[in-house]
């Protein structure tokens, strides 16, 4: 469902207004939306008209009759419009066609290394998506995409930069093609960002202060303060994988630094220890297999990960103060081993007015919390007060 706490500020036109109002699900009467925007009876009935033209509002059960005629009621629709929202990970991208509502229709997901480039990636969205739209058979449904990427991403223009792990798409415009090639506004976020709103909308909706903190093949934390992301100045904040963890000056991490919290909890570092150990596994699937299948060395493995882990989050604990820190990824799926780890430093290690009602979860969302939050970005872009005027525009020009 549409996330409450990011609906607009009324403001605009009274089309604007009116459907802002209506955006909360509950059903109102001509009449109540005249008291609720004083304006007058018949501009809102006028309104009221050009909303449910444009398919942004359906009519809805009559309201109890005090005598005369029962009036009729009105409320939102989401079902005739939707949006695309794209998770773009290390080793794989998934793609979900969703309506204004947020309920996921259709999706489809392939092994796919974001290091074959961007053209190569970015094609396979765009041909996927098509081909989850012409299924979908909905003329004109299609208002907006959203992206989530695997690395840095300046917020402004939803370009990557200098994603370590993503060859080939430091500055390319993801957005202008696929803006180019799907004929709607395409919004753009770094992939960890887009989980902490997905797991926040779907599964936290009273919770305003969340950390979501996602161990793969790197590890990054979604910040939500406040019921909003907070990206930082340039756009990194949450960027906890490389912390310096004293003790691992002589661990060497992919950023060109020594030490950092990636280097030594990672899905790769914890891969590298339990080769050395005899356990034959190479990426962060293979430990999350590993500890499905009872094997003692990565739970250890996993779990002294979290430890660690925890003492960088005991950090942000006191900084940020989250109601709710939510581990997700691969090997933070796998059990709840990484979680005990984690849970044992910060509640050690942090004061007790800070972890009295402090919860340390394992991801609800799993695999498609990307996906969701991908798609709430584009949705609230679809359903803003500037989309929805270019939407009731359409309509009454093409009446």
Same mark, same amino acid.
């Given at each position: 469902m549409i996330?409450?706490?990011?609906?607009? +500020? #009324?403001? $605009?036109?009274?089309?604007?207004?009116?459907?802002?109002?209506?955006?909360?699900?509950?059903?109102?009467?001509?009449?109540?939306?005249? +008291? #609720?925007? $004083?304006l007058a009876r018949s501009t809102v009935a006028a309104r009221v008209d050009s909303l449910l033209r444009a398919g942004l509002i359906r009519s809805v059960t009559h309201a109890v009759s005090t005598g005369g005629r029962p009036s009729r009621q009105f409320a939102f629709d989401g079902t005739r419009q939707g949006v695309l929202g794209v998770d773009i990970g290390a080793t794989h991208t998934h793609i979900g066609l969703s309506d204004l509502r947020g309920q996921l229709l259709l999706d489809t997901q392939v092994s796919l290394a974001v290091a074959e480039g961007p053209e190569t990636v970015l094609n396979w969205v765009i041909e996927e998506g098509q081909r989850l739209l012409k299924q979908h058979g909905m003329p004109d449904f299609l208002h907006a995409v959203g992206v989530g990427l695997p690395g840095p991403v300046e917020h402004s223009t939803g370009r990557p930069v200098d994603p370590p792990i993503m060859p080939g798409w430091d500055r390319f415009d993801v957005p202008g093609m696929l803006t180019a090639a799907f004929e709607v506004p395409t919004l753009v976020d770094n992939d960890v960002n887009v989980m902490a709103v997905g797991e926040r909308n779907d599964h936290w909706p009273d919770v305003d202060d969340l950390l979501f903190v996602k161990v793969s093949t790197g590890i990054g934390a979604g910040v939500i303060t406040g019921g909003k992301v907070h990206r930082g100045a340039q756009g990194i904040a949450g960027d906890i994988g490389h912390v310096y963890i004293p003790g691992s000056d002589d661990i060497p991490c992919r950023c060109g630094s020594t030490g950092c919290l990636e280097a030594v909890a990672a899905g790769p570092a914890i891969a590298a220890k339990l080769r050395a150990a005899g356990v034959e596994v190479e990426s962060s699937k293979d430990v999350a297999a590993a500890i499905n299948q009872g094997n003692i060395d990565a739970v250890r493995a996993v779990r002294e990960a979290g430890r660690v882990l925890g003492h960088v989050l005991t950090t942000c604990v006191s900084l940020i103060n989250p109601a709710v820190i939510v581990l997700g990824g691969p090997i933070a799926n796998a059990g709840d081993h990484l979680v005990a780890g984690v849970r044992e430093t910060i509640y050690t290690r942090s004061t007790p007015i800070a972890t009295g009602s402090l919860q340390i979860v394992r991801s609800r969302g799993g695999d498609n919390a990307a996906v969701s939050g991908a798609s709430s970005m584009a949705i609230q872009h679809a359903l803003s007060v500037e989309s929805v005027e270019a939407i009731v525009r359409r309509e009454l020009a093409s009446a």
């Amino acid at each position: 469902m549409i996330d409450p706490h990011g609906q607009e +500020t #009324l403001s $605009g036109s009274a089309q604007s207004e009116i459907f802002q109002i209506l955006r909360d699900g509950k059903s109102r009467t001509r009449a109540e939306l005249a +008291t #609720l925007t $004083g304006l007058a009876r018949s501009t809102v009935a006028a309104r009221v008209d050009s909303l449910l033209r444009a398919g942004l509002i359906r009519s809805v059960t009559h309201a109890v009759s005090t005598g005369g005629r029962p009036s009729r009621q009105f409320a939102f629709d989401g079902t005739r419009q939707g949006v695309l929202g794209v998770d773009i990970g290390a080793t794989h991208t998934h793609i979900g066609l969703s309506d204004l509502r947020g309920q996921l229709l259709l999706d489809t997901q392939v092994s796919l290394a974001v290091a074959e480039g961007p053209e190569t990636v970015l094609n396979w969205v765009i041909e996927e998506g098509q081909r989850l739209l012409k299924q979908h058979g909905m003329p004109d449904f299609l208002h907006a995409v959203g992206v989530g990427l695997p690395g840095p991403v300046e917020h402004s223009t939803g370009r990557p930069v200098d994603p370590p792990i993503m060859p080939g798409w430091d500055r390319f415009d993801v957005p202008g093609m696929l803006t180019a090639a799907f004929e709607v506004p395409t919004l753009v976020d770094n992939d960890v960002n887009v989980m902490a709103v997905g797991e926040r909308n779907d599964h936290w909706p009273d919770v305003d202060d969340l950390l979501f903190v996602k161990v793969s093949t790197g590890i990054g934390a979604g910040v939500i303060t406040g019921g909003k992301v907070h990206r930082g100045a340039q756009g990194i904040a949450g960027d906890i994988g490389h912390v310096y963890i004293p003790g691992s000056d002589d661990i060497p991490c992919r950023c060109g630094s020594t030490g950092c919290l990636e280097a030594v909890a990672a899905g790769p570092a914890i891969a590298a220890k339990l080769r050395a150990a005899g356990v034959e596994v190479e990426s962060s699937k293979d430990v999350a297999a590993a500890i499905n299948q009872g094997n003692i060395d990565a739970v250890r493995a996993v779990r002294e990960a979290g430890r660690v882990l925890g003492h960088v989050l005991t950090t942000c604990v006191s900084l940020i103060n989250p109601a709710v820190i939510v581990l997700g990824g691969p090997i933070a799926n796998a059990g709840d081993h990484l979680v005990a780890g984690v849970r044992e430093t910060i509640y050690t290690r942090s004061t007790p007015i800070a972890t009295g009602s402090l919860q340390i979860v394992r991801s609800r969302g799993g695999d498609n919390a990307a996906v969701s939050g991908a798609s709430s970005m584009a949705i609230q872009h679809a359903l803003s007060v500037e989309s929805v005027e270019a939407i009731v525009r359409r309509e009454l020009a093409s009446a």
